[in-house]
């Protein structure tokens, strides 16, 4: 079919943002900290940045002409994007399961929310802290606990030699120390 008859949709922009693959079955962990986190953000959209934008989208449109009112049509196209955040934080939420690290605090064995130190075969050191899918940063050393380095780190101890699979193959890495958080007084 030729690409000159194929119809593209006004609204390409709009598609709703796909979750980030869960595991079959499997929970969406997050700490308190990235909970507090999504939560406030999701709210700061409804009570502040949404009600501002509609605030802008009516005043655009009691203007007149809205088809070349920048404003105005800016304002939609940012209503639309608030929105869809609005839907994606509140599905993640929903489905958010709160994991306190610091309940492992002093163990020596790897679970979600530990920062572990580790080596590999050759002699590089690296520092990662187990995350929920939504709250893991790789430029902070964080990682996702479904990733391939979190699931072959899961529920080994310090001392342990562990394979991690890579693109390149098979690497062997040690698990050199494992912290968690301190429990908040209270």
């Not at 939504?134 to 310090?158: F, G, H, M, N, Y």
């Not at 991690?164 to 120390?177: C, F, K, N, Q």
């Amino acid at each position: 079919m030729n690409k000159a008859f194929t119809k593209e949709s006004a609204d390409a922009d709009d598609e709703e943002p796909q979750l980030p693959a869960l595991p079959a079955g499997g929970k969406n962990y997050i700490t308190p900290a990235g909970y507090a986190r999504i939560k406030n953000e999701l709210l700061d959209l409804i009570d502040n940045e949404r009600p501002k934008v509609v605030e802008i989208v009516h005043w655009a449109a009691s203007n007149g002409d809205r088809s070349e009112n920048g404003d105005y049509l800016y304002g939609k196209k940012r209503l639309r994007e608030i929105d869809r955040r609005i839907r994606f934080l509140t599905k993640r939420l929903e489905i958010a399961v709160v994991s306190d690290p610091a309940v492992h605090h002093g163990s020596e064995q790897i679970f979600f929310g530990a920062t572990v130190a580790y080596v590999d075969e050759s002699d590089v050191s690296r520092t990662v802290t187990i995350l929920g899918i939504d709250e893991a940063d790789s430029s902070q050393q964080q990682v996702s606990w479904v990733s391939p380095i979190a699931r072959t780190l899961l529920k080994a101890r310090t001392g342990d030699v562990l394979q991690l699979v890579t693109p390149r193959g098979p690497v062997e890495i040690e698990v050199v120390s494992v912290r968690y958080p301190a429990p908040s007084p209270g």
